[in-house]
């Protein structure tokens, strides 16, 4: 889920559109007090944050994320129509992990999108997983079930190592799809559908460890 807090309808709706178009789930909001409603209901993957923005700026919505616990590691990426150099550090030093000046290219704000996610998504590599009877090393690529070492492709690997690292957490499949293939179309869920059937065949037939969610998706463990 990506949250977007712009004022500006036009854009709103536009970016709106172009994310819901590329598989994600993106929600809009045109004041800090409705995003902060939602905040309080649902924290989402990703914000995207206006600076100029009525009731207060944008850079002052992103220093409170940044001192609550739940919001201090947000991925944000500012949009902003300031591009100068000065506004440009302001906004990196107040703890946004991206910035792009408006206007920019949906294709553009796609790809920076999916790589903050992605970062995201693989911090602490170095960091060894276990969940239940799994444990992943991811610096030596080695999955371990039930203590017996187990096999994987890169693919099968790179699907359990995202829903691992992100215990408790629903991927659709057309998430798993970018962010393991890095594709952009959909009805490709069959793929994803596929491997998850070989990776608990690999782990046994009586693994429940990754989880189906009817009508959404896969997830391993309960959030910690
Ligand atoms: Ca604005």
Not at 105 to 134: F, H, P, Q, V
Not at 173 to 200: A, C, M, N, P
Request: hydrophobic share 40%.
């Amino acid at each position: 889920m990506i949250y977007m807090l712009e004022d500006e309808s036009g854009i709103r709706n536009f970016v709106l559109y172009a994310l819901n178009n590329s598989g994600f789930e993106a929600v809009g909001f045109e004041t800090p007090s409705e995003f902060y409603k939602a905040m309080a209901e649902r924290i989402p993957d990703l914000l995207l944050l206006d600076i100029m923005l009525p009731e207060e700026s944008g850079i002052t919505v992103l220093k409170k994320l940044r001192s609550e616990k739940a919001t201090k590691k947000l991925p944000v990426i500012l949009l902003t129509a300031k591009s100068t150099e000065f506004d440009k550090v302001t906004g990196l030093d107040s703890g946004a992990d991206d910035y792009i000046s408006k206007p920019f290219g949906t294709m553009e704000l796609i790809s920076r999108i999916k790589a903050l996610l992605r970062r995201s998504y693989d911090n602490d590599n170095s960091d060894n997983i276990a969940i239940k009877n799994l444990v992943i090393y991811p610096l030596k690529h080695e999955v371990y079930f039930q203590g017996n070492k187990i096999t994987l492709t890169l693919k099968e690997y790179e699907l359990l190592l995202i829903l691992a690292k992100n215990r408790g957490r629903v991927f659709s499949r057309d998430e798993l799809l970018q962010y393991v293939w890095g594709y952009d179309f959909k009805g490709e869920s069959r793929t994803v559908d596929v491997h998850i059937r070989t990776l608990r065949s690999k782990l046994g037939s009586d693994c429940e460890l990754i989880e189906t969610i009817r009508g959404v998706g896969y997830k391993i463990g309960d959030a910690k």
